[in-house]
């Protein structure tokens, strides 16, 4: 279907299904419940996973296919919301020009970039890229916001304000960026027995996006310029001496896997219109590594579960507190549960960093390929038991999708 | 390998696919039957403490945690009931608010306007909360206040310093307890005159972002209306850690004052620098050098230990304040958490129970009535003295403490002593100030979110 393989199309669909059904398998438990606190089927969070998971699909391209190593993809993105916040200032709330802007801002600040890091391979191309980034983020932070040429606002992040030009704004239209009149912030609430279910306007339109995105992302992996970039990630210095010059695919995979970010940028800025310097930050930076390489380095869907991941545990597990602990442990006496307590308050709340390292280093120790790895080999475990594929099936299954 | 197989057919199928897909959002449109964003139905109403729990002002986010967590307890009528005994609204029953219990959520901002916003954002979706309090920076208060506006729930805004939160940014759904730098301003100035005279010559280090500029202008305009020259202001990455670039010029300029427009682990180290390098033992112009640090916070003052020694600045609010309210919130927070309450712990709190009170008077919690109540109420009782919320921007109006650093300190928790209390009438501005956006700023109308 749609020029994939058998093996694709099922991913394909696998993600179709994923996103659309997410509102229900978010919120698995009934909002009344304590384990309400678990739920992420609420439309931020689903924002959040669809938004980074486009992001880290992106800069899987890059560092899955050729293996470049770029620590400073969150500049794309933070220069991709500036892009999409100023045309919600100057022209319209309308998210199609925002975002197709931001895609082209992104992708000429990742061509500039680019060239000029790509220079470099291993270990200077990452240090080029953080200083860039972290360069963009000062620029951002205070240089590009000071009274007399305020790009980027500084530390308050860029926001539209009731007297911007906004020449196309209509006096009917929602003040909240839109398409065509539906809000981004429309939401649906569905309520069956004591389940509820939020069906997002601003989830689907991103997700709708995610899905293109990705499946964009299978055509560059399965095509002639993918085997190329994974050339340059197997042996450069042979494709050299064989008379290819391996610049231009790999400048070609950066400035697209900046698009993508940039794009990322965009969506983020269409849910919330508000472009803060804090998402060009270094950190943000390693955190679309993390989440590439927790999900599967190489893999298709890897990064997406890992932005997933990573997402997940930010949102929710930050917001458990010493009170909700107390209540979990209330049936134990006193003293007791004041011990348990104490032990598991470094890992919940603020802590949510340290849990989130723990697995990470599992995951790395245990899994090298990510929970791509853990989940076929999950489903290899279950096959053997049944017995029923044949060996070859088995190895060509065990195969991560590179 | 690709395979290029666009045939008409499939390309009718897929944009038909495509089409549907685009075509399923719109069938959902907002819809609700609540009066306003997230109307409490149950027995229980939900509040959202947001405030930095790691980063550089993770320590004034814990104390501010601590504040709120009394705030709840003392507003459903558990501990001594604190603030509620000397509050002049006796509004509040100790039954939580309207009948309804209260409960909260937190999150962390991490000083970043981004994770400030998604933090709320998902106490606002997720948990319900009806409003938002906290934060350690005007940035995030700025960011979090235009979400709370969207929204169309009620922001309280905690520790934020900046002119612009109420100045150019103001909402009308959010409300600040908190000093601003023009009040340092008018503070400070004249404290200064009398201690250091009408001939000096100040030299300005600010924090490159919003609220370093904000201040910096302030105290430029209200020195320079006592005579004062000003020399040269430079601005420092937010990120230094090392100012000795910065005050080696200094000693050159021919100042006789250094002015620090820096706040937290920024403003520990350019003092420590300075001290380093020996100004405050210099003689310029024929009289001793000085340093002014405009605004103080005691946990500042902590990490700045004996640097502090005679340095002048300004402050919300100080737990050593000799009034009801203050004696009786010190009392109540001392009891629980072994410590005397910082500035922001106290604007926290006052925050909480100002909103619970608003919400009794209104008789609802419609973010609308709420904003009424709170325009224009005249209120005592919280450790402030006397205090107004002021209509047209939502601006407290109190006395202004003038501190000092302590000479010789007794205990770990006064290192500063209060020099002055500034009364409020000579704090005061115009709504429309150009410092606060000038005629263009305004509040817009309060959003119910419905």
């Known amino acids: 279907m749609l020029g994939l393989n058998k093996q694709d199309t099922s991913l394909f669909l696998i993600v179709v299904a994923m996103t659309v059904l997410a509102p229900f398998f978010l919120n698995p438990f009934p909002s009344e419940s304590s384990l309400a606190l678990f739920n992420a089927g609420y439309p931020d969070l689903m924002q959040r996973f669809v938004i980074f998971g486009i992001f880290a699909i992106g800069f899987n391209i890059l560092f899955g296919l050729t293996g470049y190593l770029s620590f400073g993809h969150a500049a794309f993105l933070g220069v991709g919301s500036y892009a999409a916040v100023w045309i919600f200032k100057l022209f319209t709330y309308n998210v199609i020009p925002a975002i197709v802007f931001s895609v082209i801002v992104a992708g000429a600040f990742a061509l500039f970039i680019g060239y000029i890091s790509l220079r470099r391979s291993g270990i200077y191309f990452s240090i080029l890229t953080l200083a860039f980034a972290q360069m963009s983020f000062a620029l951002a932070y205070s240089v590009l916001s000071n009274p007399n040429f305020n790009l980027t606002n500084g530390e308050t992040g860029l926001q539209v304000y009731g007297d911007d030009l906004q020449i196309f704004h209509r006096e009917n239209l929602p003040d909240f960026p839109h398409l065509f009149g539906l809000s981004m912030r429309a939401n649906y609430e569905l309520e069956i027995g004591s389940w509820l279910f939020n069906f997002s306007a601003g989830y689907y339109i991103c997700a709708i996006i995610m899905i293109a995105a990705f499946y964009l992302a299978v055509r560059i992996f399965r095509s002639p310029f993918g085997t190329m970039l994974r050339a340059v990630k197997s042996n450069q210095t042979r494709m050299y001496y064989t008379g290819l010059n391996a610049r231009p695919y790999t400048l070609a995979a950066f400035v697209v896997s900046g698009m993508y970010a940039g794009l990322a940028g965009g969506l983020m800025a269409a849910v919330d219109p508000l472009a803060g310097a804090e998402r060009m930050q270094w950190t943000a930076s390693g955190e679309v590594v993390l989440m590439t390489i927790l999900g599967g380095t190489g893999t298709l869907i890897g990064p997406i579960l890992g932005a997933g991941f990573i997402k997940y545990f930010e949102n929710i597990f930050s917001k458990i507190n010493d009170t909700i602990l107390h209540g979990w442990f209330a049936f134990l006496p006193e003293g007791l549960e004041n011990l348990m307590v104490a032990i598991v308050h470094p890992f919940i709340g603020k802590g949510w960093h340290l849990t989130l390292g723990i697995l990470f280093m599992l995951v790395i120790i245990f899994l090298p390929g990510g929970l791509v790895e853990g989940g076929q080999r999950i489903l290899n475990l279950l096959r053997r038991r049944n017995g029923q594929k044949s060996d070859a099936d088995k190895s060509a299954q065990s195969t991560p999708a590179e | ?450």
């Open chain 2, 1 to 450: 390998m690709s395979k290029q197989n666009l045939t008409r057919r499939g390309l009718l199928k897929t944009s038909a696919v495509a089409g549907a897909g685009l075509a399923v959002p719109t069938i959902f449109t907002a819809q609700s039957a609540a009066a306003y964003m997230n109307e409490p139905t149950g027995s229980t109403v939900t509040l959202g403490f947001n405030v930095p729990q790691t980063g550089p002002y993770a320590d004034e986010g814990a104390d501010e945690l601590l504040a709120q967590q009394l705030a709840v307890e003392h507003i459903n009528g558990e501990g001594d009931g604190g603030c509620l005994n000397t509050f002049t609204s006796k509004a509040l029953q100790g039954n939580g608010i309207l009948g309804k219990k209260v409960d909260f959520v937190t999150g962390d901002t991490q000083t970043k306007s981004d994770i400030a916003r998604a933090s709320a954002k998902s106490m606002i979706e997720k948990d319900g909360v009806i409003m938002v309090n906290g934060g350690s920076s005007s940035g995030v208060a700025v960011a979090v206040q235009s979400l709370c506006q969207e929204a169309g729930i009620i922001f309280m805004a905690g520790l934020t310093h900046s002119n612009d939160t109420t100045g150019k940014d103001r909402k009308a759904n959010g409300f600040r307890h908190f000093f601003n730098a023009y009040m340092s301003g008018a503070a400070l100035a004249p404290v200064l005159q009398n201690v250091y005279g009408n001939e000096r010559r100040a030299y300005h280090l600010t924090a490159d972002y919003n609220w370093g500029w904000t201040q910096e202008e302030s105290i430029v305009a209200y020195t320079e209306a006592i005579g004062w020259e000003t020399v040269n202001t430079v601005k420092t990455p937010l990120a230094s850690t090392d100012f000795s670039s910065y005050i080696a010029p200094v000693l050159n300029s021919g100042a006789d004052v250094l002015v620090l427009n820096h706040y937290g682990g920024n403003m520990v180290n350019s003092l420590t620098n300075a001290i380093q390098f020996g100004l405050l033992d210099k003689e310029v112009n024929g009289q001793n050098f000085a340093i002014v640090v405009p605004l103080y916070s005691e946990l500042m003052a902590t990490g700045a230990g004996e640097n502090i020694k005679g340095v002048y600045g300004s402050m919300n609010y100080n737990w050593q304040l000799d009034n009801e309210g203050s004696k009786t919130f010190v009392q109540s927070f001392g009891e629980k958490f072994g410590k005397p309450p910082s500035n922001s712990a106290q604007t926290c709190y006052a925050q909480v129970l100002l909103y619970a009170d608003a919400c009794e008077r209104a008789g609802t919690f419609n973010p609308c009535g709420v904003v009424e109540a709170l325009e224009g109420f005249e209120f005592d009782g919280l450790g402030n003295g006397p205090t107004l919320y002021r209509a047209e921007d939502h601006q407290c109006f109190k006395d202004v403490l003038v501190v000092r650093g302590a000479e010789n300190p007794t205990s770990a928790y006064d290192t500063l002593e209060i020099v002055d209390i500034t009364p409020r009438a000579q704090v005061e501005y115009v709504p429309n100030h150009p410092m606060f956006g000038g005629d263009e700023a305004s509040l817009g109308t309060c959003n119910p979110g419905v």
